[in-house]
């Protein structure tokens, strides 16, 4: 998957969600509330330091077509930064339950 190119500095989150605490599937959830209640073109910043959830984050990022604009990576934290897109209507409830 690749990270968009977009200048990260002019860019304003609108939510972080800190999920440094989180076990299991933690990360996941806690991204997937932020997202099915932001709107189209907010960014949320997510920080997490499970790295066997990033594979399954960036999985549904793909799916559903979500824009991945950076990921930095810190020792075990990871921090990324996920633009919301517009979902079809058919897609909202499959991509915004587990």
Not at 30 to 37: D, F, N
Not at 42 to 59: K, R, S, Y
């Amino acid at each position: 998957m690749s990270v968009s190119n977009e200048n990260v500095n002019q860019i304003t989150i609108k939510k972080t969600v800190d999920a440094r605490d989180s076990y299991d599937i933690g990360p996941y959830m806690e991204l997937l509330r932020a997202m099915k209640y932001a709107q189209p073109g907010d960014v949320i910043e997510l920080i997490f330091n499970n790295p066997a959830e990033e594979e399954g984050i960036l999985q549904w990022i793909k799916k559903c077509n979500q824009k991945l604009l950076e990921v930095k990576r810190q020792g075990k934290e990871i921090r990324m930064l996920i633009q919301r897109t517009e979902i079809p209507h058919r897609r909202k409830k499959e991509c915004f339950t587990k």
